[in-house]
Nanobody, 127 residues
Framework: QVQLVESGGGLVQPGGSLRLSCATS????????VGWFRQAPGREREGVAC???????????WYAGPVKGRFTASRDNAKNTVYPQMNSLKSEDTAVYFC?????????????????WGQGTQVTVSS
């Protein structure tokens, strides 16, 4: 059974940092891309960052324009866990953040490519 569990969300001031975690189980982790998406109230779920698998892939990451240079995705294959390090947070980063496992090795921001989703973790950026 595939499971993804996010953690690390919370309240942070503008300009602050958070490191989310996505612990996975139930699939061969290094074969698949894992993505991070977010959904703010009244808005569609959007891709934030995703990282390719390392078996058959190069482990490269893709970032959405608004977070490029501020967010860094990484993966620990020994722990089956993916991390986005989020720096210089802004109020517009406030959302529920979800991780998802893709059906392929290449990182992609396309939601339909992701078959399994976590429950999400709230990130609130506010003073």
């Amino acid at each position: 059974q595939v499971q993804l569990v996010e953690s690390g969300g919370g309240l942070v001031q503008p300009g602050g940092s958070l490191r989310l975690s996505c612990a996975t189980s139930g699939f061969i982790f290094d074969f698949y891309a894992v993505g991070w998406f977010r959904q703010a109230p009244g808005r569609e779920r959007e891709g934030v960052a995703c990282i390719s698998g390392t078996s058959g892939g190069d482990g490269s990451a893709w970032y959405a324009g608004p977070v490029k240079g501020r967010f860094t995705a990484s993966r620990d294959n020994a722990k089956n866990t993916v991390y986005p390090q989020m720096n210089s947070l802004k109020s517009e980063d406030t959302a529920v953040y979800f991780c998802a496992a893709s059906g392929g090795v290449r990182a992609t921001p396309t939601k339909s490519a992701y078959s399994y989703w976590g429950q999400g973790t709230q990130v609130t950026v506010s003073s």
